[in-house]
């Protein structure tokens, strides 16, 4: 597992905190549930993207 990937999704999700706290004691509720769906489905495209590069190694490597 790459360190960067783990930083990318620790700064995605510092920054989606930030700005659902900020959003919330603004009054404005909606905006923070969406910019937390935002963030959720930033972290799931990367994670995805990695997992595929993970089955496309372990297919080249066995030979599938």
Request: aromatic fraction near 6%; glycine fraction near 6%.
């Amino acid at each position: 597992m790459q360190v960067d990937l783990i930083f990318k999704v620790a700064a995605i999700g510092i920054l989606v905190a930030v700005l659902n706290q900020l959003l919330i004691r603004s009054g404005r509720e909606e905006q923070a549930m969406m910019t937390t769906l935002a963030g959720l489905i930033v972290v799931m495209m990367i994670l995805i993207h990695e997992i595929s590069d993970m089955f496309n190694l372990i297919k080249t490597t066995f030979g599938f």
